[in-house]
Nanobody
Framework: QVQLVESGGGSVQAGGSLRLSCAAS?????MGWFRQAPGKEREGVAA????????YYPGAVEGRFIISQDNAKNTVHLQMNNLKPEDTAMYYC?????????????????????WGQGTQVTVSS
């Protein structure tokens, strides 16, 4: 059974950085990070095609967040820089083993068959 184990997160002041990690126990195709703040809908913040390297970031985080992979450890990292109070949310790692047309398409429309337990990120002003 595939499992996603997240680590990282925590509290930081605005302008600071945090790194999240997500270790997968099985074969991956697309992996990504999503966040959900209280009272808001879940939104995707980064995606990567682990077999090809295609990456995607929505406008709200582009230039500040970086998704990367460590193939040896079957792990995906999310480096979050220049954090803002509006980045405060529960962050979840997700994964699917199917093939999609792009990382961007998967982030918005693709199935996310597996989810991590979530890790809290809090950014204070």
């Amino acid at each position: 059974q595939v499992q996603l184990v997240e680590s990282g997160g925590g509290s930081v002041q605005a302008g600071g950085s945090l790194r999240l990690s997500c270790a997968a126990s099985g074969v991956t195709s697309y992996m990504g990070w999503f966040r959900q703040a209280p009272g808001k809908e879940r939104e995707g913040v980064a995606a990567i095609y682990t077999a090809g390297g295609d990456k995607y970031y929505p406008g709200a985080v582009e230039g500040r967040f970086i998704i990367s992979q460590d193939n040896a450890k079957n792990t995906v990292h999310l480096q979050m820089n220049n954090l803002k109070p509006e980045d405060t949310a529960m962050y979840y790692c997700a994964m699917d083993q199917s093939i999609y047309r792009s990382a961007a398409w998967w982030l918005d429309y693709g199935r996310k068959s597996y989810w991590g337990q979530g890790t809290q990120v809090t950014v204070s002003s």
